[in-house]
């Protein structure tokens, strides 16, 4: 049983900063990418950042030179950078890993649960990111 726990966000204005973090438990070493995504209830995922087992990032067009994705694999936790905020980067941000059969890491976070079945992946409840103007 794998858990996905994050925190680190709230509210700050925009040009501001914010860190992620997120500890995950259970088999970790089966993990081959995690990352992060931002959707509120009711809406479209929006893919953020990933990182493999390699330890190459990638990131979306959105947050490109603003986010930072790292780990700390002997403390089995993510994080996420978040600098240059814009009021727009307003959202729920989740933790994910996946495991299984490999893919480019931020094409199999936007299809858990779509294409990828939901037994290849897990992710955390959200931390709120709300930036003002």
């Known amino acids: 049983y794998v858990q996905m726990v994050e925190s680190g966000g709230g509210q700050v204005q925009a040009g501001g900063s914010l860190k992620l973090s997120c500890t995950a438990s259970?088999?970790?070493?089966?993990?081959?990418?995690m990352g992060w995504f931002a959707q509120a209830p009711g809406k479209k995922r929006e893919v953020i950042a990933g990182i493999d087992t390699g330890d190459m990032t990638s990131y979306a067009d959105s947050v490109k030179g603003r986010f930072t994705i790292s780990r700390d694999s002997a403390k089995n936790t993510l994080y996420l950078q978040m600098d240059s905020l814009k009021f727009e980067d307003t959202d729920l941000y989740h933790c994910?890993?996946?495991?299984?059969?490999?893919?480019?890491?931020?094409?199999?976070?936007?299809?858990?649960?779509?294409?990828?079945?939901?037994?290849?992946?897990?992710w955390g409840q959200g931390t709120q990111v709300t930036v003002s103007l």
């Open positions: 259970g088999k970790t070493e089966d993990f081959y990418c």
């Open positions: 994910v890993a996946i495991w299984g059969p490999r893919q480019e890491c931020l094409s199999a976070i936007k299809a858990l649960g779509v294409t990828l079945p939901v037994d290849y992946g897990a």
